[in-house]
Each structure stands twice: as structure tokens, then as C-alpha cells.
């Protein structure tokens, strides 16, 4: 788990280049194509929050790696679970209350599906807004317009807490193409702010991969999801 280490001294340095706390950005270990086995590994190595993109495969592994601390392999128990994936609606049954984030709230029948099962389960399902900021067609992600909109109507839902902004910038070649795309997110989550709506925070900004986290933490990311720089290239 070197390139655990790699990681989070490039997520220290790029912090401290514009004066952030390197504690101020949680590192998201993005688990996708990767066995239970694995995680467990990086767990050990201090990985404290997993975000998964399948609700299916996520609670495969929510079980496997409770299992594991059932029988005495040494788990911390604190893990976190987020969705960071499309979440489509049929689905929210199976994974709310499950992830202690969702990061990809992006409709409003979406948030009323939340909503609903959350209130069934007697919880709050804590959120965020997945907003894209590309403007690609073929996307998840509100488009930026829409953005304060579909805020206002989750403000009403009580069992749901908005808590910032995610983002998937497009495809760049170069770590700084992303640069706008996170600056703007990180614009757009001040102008909510400044609506003041209650019961929403804008504390959170998810944004930044393997290949731009550093330019997503000097733009203010307080979550990078990370897959491919802590578990080596995807197959398939
Ligand atoms: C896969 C994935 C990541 C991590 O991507 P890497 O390029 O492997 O770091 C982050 N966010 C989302 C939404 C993903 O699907």
C-alpha cells in the first residue's frame, strides 16, 4: 500500500501549496472492480471511507468485510460507506441508510425516492449534489442552472440533508483542464450559501480523481475520490 502513502502526501502537499489544512480533505478510497480482500488491506493501511458505485456490489462487500471483523481479522469498525455512483430509483430501497453519503443526488424524483425511504427507516439520509458542471449531454449530474433549484425543493424533503456539491469534470488530458470545472463548483456552492436556505450546508465539495486531486484540493475539495492511484488500473 505505497501508493496509499503517494496519495496522501500529494493530497498534503497540494493542501499546503494554498494554505489548507492537509486535514481539512478526506481521502474517498473509490472501490469499484475492487475485491473485498483489498479493501480490507487498504483499511489496514487506514482507509476509513469507501465509496462505491453499484448498490448491489457495495453490500456484497459490507457484508464480506463484516464478516471479516465477525470473525476476529482485525477490522477497525468505523468505516464509512458512500454511494458516489448513478443511483438509479429502484435501487434507493437497498441503499438508504446503508451509505452515510450519497454524492450523487441529481432529480428531484430522485430526492423524493430518498426521502422516502429514509423516512421509512426512521433516519436522515445525508447527501450531496451532483452537479455537472461540463454541461456534457450524456452525464449524471444536475445541469449548474437547475442547481439552486433542485436545493430549494430538497430543503423541503425532512429526511434528507443536503450537505455540498459533487462533481465529474469532463474528460481532460491535462490534470489542469479541470481547473474551471472545480472552480466553478466550488463558485456555485457560495452563491447557495448565500441564499442561506434552511437546513442546507454547503460544507462538502467532492471533486477530484486520480488524475486531477491535486488541482481539486487547491480549488477547495473537501472529499477526493480516489481508485485507480491507490489500487492500480481497472480491468475490463
Ligand atoms: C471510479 C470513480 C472515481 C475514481 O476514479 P479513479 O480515476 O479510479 O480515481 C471517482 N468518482 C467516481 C464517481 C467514480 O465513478
Known amino acids: 500500500m505505497n501508493n496509499l502513502e503517494v496519495v496522501r502526501t500529494r493530497i498534503a502537499k497540494a493542501a499546503l501549496s494554498v494554505g489548507r489544512r492537509p486535514g481539512a ?7 469499484k472492480g475492487v475485491t473485498a480482500e483489498r479493501l480490507k488491506e487498504a483499511i489496514s493501511f487506514g482507509v476509513d ?6 448498490v448491489q456490489e457495495a453490500i456484497c462487500k459490507i457484508d464480506k468485510l463484516g464478516k471479516m471483523v465477525e470473525t476476529g481479522t482485525g477490522l477497525p469498525p468505523q468505516i464509512s ?3 458516489i455512483g448513478k443511483l438509479q430509483r429502484n435501487k434507493v430501497r437497498d441503499a438508504a441508510g446503508r451509505f452515510d453519503l450519497i454524492h450523487s443526488l441529481d432529480s428531484r424524483p430522485l430526492a423524493e425516492e430518498i426521502n422516502k425511504w429514509a423516512e421509512k427507516r426512521g433516519l436522515i439520509q445525508k447527501v450531496l449534489l451532483e452537479v455537472n458542471v461540463g454541461e456534457e449531454e450524456t452525464k449524471g449530474g444536475i445541469m449548474p442552472e437547475r442547481a439552486l433549484g433542485l436545493i430549494k425543493e430538497a430543503s423541503l ?5 443536503v450537505r455540498g456539491l459533487m462533481t465529474v469534470p469532463p474528460v481532460s488530458s491535462d490534470p489542469e483542464g479541470s481547473r474551471i470545472f472545480f472552480r466553478k463548483l466550488s463558485e456555485l456552492a457560495k452563491e447557495i450559501t448565500k441564499e442561506g436556505i434552511d437546513r442546507i450546508l454547503m460544507e462538502e465539495l467532492s471533486m477530484g480523481m486520480s488524475d486531477d486531486f491535486e488541482v481539486a484540493v487547491e480549488e477547495g475539495a473537501t472529499m477526493v475520490r480516489i481508485g485507480r492511484a491507490i489500487f492500480g488500473p481497472r480491468r475490463g
Open 25 to 31: 480533505i478526506r481521502l474517498v478510497a473509490a472501490g
Open 49 to 54: 471511507i469507501i465509496g462505491e458505485n453499484r
Open 81 to 83: 460507506w458512500h454511494f
Open 157 to 161: 424533503y425532512k429526511h434528507i440533508s
